[in-house]
């Protein structure tokens, strides 16, 4: 089946510096890729959409300078946390539709990454 | 916009029991995905179940299966004889026909299954 690679699963990373997320299908290609970020015992709340060879689109609300998106290839999307900050500690996961980007596919997710700002 | 609702934040059952989960949703489409999700501790999210909504037949698979109500808009989960390893968070999830994968997600309703 098809297979969503994240790394780091975990990072922990001093206040103001930069944390690089990549997200990887394995063994499908993805022109489209999602962000999601969930804090502890919550929901999954979708950040952006990562669109291969264009601008990532994000949702109402996210800092689109504070977390980059790029989607340079058809199986890599990457989140960078820029300037991070302790508010920013929470568990990000990615996730693509298994099989290409049709509007029906089922999502694939990624095991996620727990970033923890110190 | 969706929205998609779960009013049970915890549930728990014993094993070999049955299970229902409710969730609710509020759309103003006449076509569209509905999704349960589990995400065990390990955090990995799982696909459970799937319902297209132009489909009038309810989704099974093995021992999960949905009472999808249309007109009510409520997607139920029903999890038979469960085993302790359907311990977890689940998750109900709402995607338009356009862009099915950008998945609106409820609030989630922790099940645990005991001895």
């Known amino acids: 089946g098809a297979v969503v690679s994240q790394h780091p699963s975990r990072v922990i990373c001093k206040s103001g510096t930069s944390v690089k997320i990549e997200c990887r299908s394995l063994?499908?290609?993805?022109?489209?890729m999602f962000w999601y970020r969930q804090f502890p015992k919550q929901s999954l709340m979708l950040m952006a959409t990562?669109?291969?060879?264009?601008?990532?689109?994000?949702e109402q609300g996210v800092e689109k300078d504070k977390f980059l998106i790029n989607h340079a290839s058809l199986t890599l999307s990457t989140l960078t946390v820029t300037s991070a900050h302790p508010e920013d500690s929470s568990f990000y996961i990615c996730?693509?539709?298994?099989?290409?980007?049709?509007?029906?596919?089922?999502?694939?997710f990624g095991a996620g990454s727990r970033l923890t700002v110190l | 916009a969706q929205t998609v609702t779960q009013s049970q934040p915890e549930m728990s059952v014993q094993e070999a029991e049955t299970v229902t989960l409710s969730c609710t949703y509020d759309?103003?489409?006449?076509?569209?995905?509905l999704f349960w999700y589990k995400q065990p501790p390990s955090r990995q999210m799982i696909l459970v179940i799937r319902?297209?909504?132009?489909?009038?037949q309810n989704a099974t698979e093995n021992r999960f299966s949905v009472n999808f109500q249309k007109a009510a808009k409520s997607f139920s989960l029903k999890i038979s004889d469960s085993q302790l390893g359907d311990t977890a968070m689940y998750f109900c999830?709402?995607?338009?026909?356009?862009?099915?994968?950008?998945?609106?997600f409820g609030t989630g309703t922790r099940l645990q299954v005991t001895l």
């Open positions: 996730s693509a539709p298994a099989g290409g980007s049709s509007g029906a596919n089922v999502l694939t």
């Open positions: 759309t103003s489409e006449s076509n569209y995905y």
């Open positions: 990562s669109n291969e060879g264009s601008k990532a689109t994000y």
């Open positions: 063994d499908f290609q993805a022109t489209t």
């Open positions: 319902q297209e909504a132009y489909k009038q």
């Open positions: 999830a709402f995607g338009n026909t356009g862009t099915a994968s950008k998945l609106t």
